[in-house]
């Protein structure tokens, strides 16, 4: 399999042939003006890719790469707005090498030397950033640090189910070490494939459970953290009330505080039984009433999905008046009926026409595999189709969904586009759902960046003017600087600022993102 | 009612008569050589109080009081040294002051003052810490925050199930605003009469939870805080990966970054179906695999309370070899019985024997209510009684409590005692457990304060050697430091240190707590 220097995924997955025929024929009925011709990517080498301004020293010149296509590849992350510029060959700010340790001791002598040269650092996991984290988007030198080879569990605990694992290790590489002790992390963002555990440690990374665990935060056990000032390793514990938490630092610190090398995680035991359905509705606030029903039993769903009718259909093709609730539950140590059964009682209290047969359950389920790759695939054809997600409280979340649809609407017509917003919920909490919204327009070929980027900024002046967070697993990146900036209380940014100035005192991790 | 200034809680319900006489013929059962004579507490009028060294500014005359009582009774917080020395009338360094803002308002001006005048702030919710989190063990001025006229939930969100709700009211005030909108927050600390919201919050306090929302940080939605460098207020949100959490930095800050005016609280329906169950064991070991077998399961019992045949016989009354399993659902949505079953049924794999009674529960559970007030009783008797605490993973424990148990036992023959070791599981988790000793031991009067001492050092040593944290849900406070301090990264404290500094640039916010 090759990596995709511009794309999601490897070359050999793209959409192509029948899938692209397909593709192109389901907007084509829903927007018959779009005008869907393919542009083919460019050639790594005919992009116009600046000479690296730094020279390694010698002890590190083994790990640095000066490769075309490796800087390339760890020029952006794999937003639409990247995947994008790549298409047009706007490849500005490549890193100037590469790095690829082969150790922690490799990772300390790499920021020793950036400390001392004074060149930005940018860790970088499995690159699947969509909010421009891993992009050199300044002036000055950076190298790309890539933890890929780091990429083994270390060790095992059976009995306290937990394991020490290297920070570069990818989703498939985990899972398969793990299962071997018939275990999982069960951390299954839609980047599972190409994003690296401590990728979803440095982003607070959303997972594959709607309740409870959602964030990958709370499978933390202890983590080791290389900073400029000295190598940071947590206690082992299952939980501490010791002071405020050394990890709760580090989660969500983008790099910016210091390199993520390994992790001690909280395992699941393999699920042996599983049960689900789905809800069909004719009302949308009956859904979001039930959803938030459930959400607030404490029978703690798995999976618990609202897709409004639009999401629905354009993903689920199925067609539904009020949106479909998917639904599911599953455990390793014992049978899961008199929880969904519950749950399905709950859903027809508030109007819901259960499907045991869940195939709009599977359909979604394929579809958001493939979701990348037919996102590159519309991008080539001018479509605009990009996601953004956000969490706020249940009483607001009426206000916040028809203000962002209303913006997005708005844009639309504004940057001259016809186009769809979808929503569905990644995550519900007992206080409120984790909405994620999707937007698929018909662009004009080689606008599409400034319309998707006027665009994003009115949905999330929207998001954040109703009450809701920047980003509830997506990360700040570079991207959301501005809104997270507002989000964030002023005391609290002077004192992230004091921290990240006694950690990295010469600021050379990724520069510009947080701080 | 009237406060104890120098045991836990109200005077009217201390221990006496009959309850004293049946305290002191069991301990002098299982102890017959202990002198067990009643030593009165000294009178207030008694008390060899240094005066006042700080006048407050006219603007906050009336906020301030130089009341001795009130000086006495927050002089020391309610751990077994702070009774003891209240006792023996050791009060040697009261608040200057005690000051009682009624706004927050009044909270921003008293941080002013303090700052210019270089005068230690304490926060105070409900006086209930038991490790020297309250105590002004330095020299120079300092005056007590009492928070407790900041008392009311000021807003509810029914449709989130959250409040607003100010920092300085305790645990029965709070439940009996939310009662009437048949909602709760059940954390019910042991602490819960005489312990405020804020304080929960800054020492992270455990609650009434067994599993999941073990911590009082899990039903956090939002905070406000005063420092001296302005006011944080994060949004309210019910998840967020928009960088490192505010709210984490806060929580366990333990009032040395800023003092907690109010916070926005996720709260649970009150519960309408409960199911619970006792069961003995033969084999502790057995008892321990099988606590760990639920905790691992995916049930989240509401209680999962392992006592060891020690402290099951001692405060439950309950004789067993290998220990008492307390188990308890609840809910307000569902009947929990299918979760107790598949529970039991893992209690009987595991050669447990299941009594549906629960009178070993029900015992218990009046016992703990009781047992603040039985310590004070058994101190005016030459009695040492403490407990401690702590969190380690499942494959260090039978290590740990061994570790812990010999070192206490040691300890207690070297000081020349003769006493127990008591060990229940407050909280567990899937990947270990919080368990909490008790030490009950016939010490000799004016000596136990030594005596318990030197038994502290030696069982923190022992289980920081054995991997465990210094405290699961006590906090650090004063008397923890010398274990925090190694437990936590360096590279963590100095930004701690960096993030104190830009806050409270001055210092004055609780010096000697954590930093």
């Known amino acids: ?165 290297q920070a570069g290790v990818l989703g498939p590489a985990l899972e398969d070490q793990l299962r071997e002790h018939d275990l999982t992390l069960r951390h299954f963002p839609q980047s599972f494939e190409f994003s690296s555990l401590g990728g979803w440690l440095a982003t607070r990374a959303g997972g594959h459970f709607a309740t409870l665990y959602t964030h990958i935060d709370d499978l933390v056990e202890s983590m080791r953290v290389v900073t400029p000032s000295g190598i940071s390793e947590s206690r082992r514990l299952p939980g501490s009330g010791a002071g405020p938490s050394p990890d709760r630092m580090f989660l969500g610190s983008e790099g910016t505080l210091g390199v993520i090398t390994q992790a001690w995680m909280r395992l699941q035991d393999r699920p042996k039984w599983r049960a689900n359905a789905s ?103 001018s479509m605009i189709a990009e996601t953004f997600e956000t969490a706020c409280t249940w009483n607001r979340f009426d206000e916040l969904k028809a203000a962002v649809t209303a913006a997005a609407n708005d844009a639309m017509r504004t940057v001259g586009v016809t186009g769809v917003v979808t929503c569905r919920f990644t995550h519900v909490y007992p206080d409120g759902p984790a909405p994620y919204f999707g937007i698929y327009a018909a662009g004009r070929w080689g606008a599409t960046l400034s319309q998707w980027d006027d665009i994003k900024v009115a949905v999330s002046e929207a998001l954040a003017n109703a009450g809701g967070t920047i980003t509830h697993h997506h990360a700040v990146g570079r991207d959301h600087r501005p809104w997270y900036d507002r989000q964030r209380p002023d005391p609290f940014a002077a004192a992230l600022r004091a921290a990240k100035s006694a950690l990295d005192p010469a600021g050379i991790l990724n520069p510009g993102v947080l701080l």
């Open 1 to 165: 399999m090759t990596r995709s220097w511009w794309g999601w995924g490897n070359v050999e997955n793209a959409v192509t042939g029948d899938e692209r025929a397909a593709l192109t024929k389901r907007i084509g009925t829903l927007m018959p003006s779009a005008d869907l011709t393919v542009h083919e990517p460019p050639e790594v080498s005919d992009l116009d890719l600046p000479d690296p301004r730094v020279t390694p020293p010698q002890a590190l010149a083994d790990l640095c790469s000066a490769d075309r296509t490796d800087r390339a590849a760890h020029a952006h992350g794999k937003a639409f707005r990247d995947v994008v510029r790549n298409l047009l060959g706007e490849v500005r700010n490549p890193p100037d090498l590469v790095v690829h340790p082969r150790t922690e001791a490799d990772v300390v002598d790499v920021l020793d030397w950036a400390t001392k040269a004074n060149i930005a650092v940018i860790p970088f996991g499995g690159g699947s950033s969509v909010v421009g984290g891993i992009e050199p988007r300044f002036d000055g030198p950076a190298v790309s640090l890539d933890l890929g080879k780091l990429d083994q569990v270390l060790e095992i605990d059976r009995t306290s189910r937990a394991a020490r694992i």
């Open 279 to 381: 809800v069909h509705f004719d009302d949308y606030a009956a859904a979001v009433n039930c959803t938030r029903a459930i959400a607030q039993s404490g029978l703690y769903p798995t999976n618990c999905r609202l897709l409004d009718p639009v999401e629905a259909f354009i993903n689920a093709g199925t067609s539904s008046a009020g949106g479909v609730l998917v639904l599911a539950f599953e455990s390793a140590d014992h049978p899961v009926d008199a929880w969904l059964a519950r749950a399905l009682e709950l859903c027809r209290d508030h109007s819901g026409a259960v499907q045991e047969q869940t195939k709009a359950s599977e359909n979604w389920r394929s579809s958001f595999l493939r979701m990348p790759y037919q996102r590159d695939a519309l991008a080539t054809q």
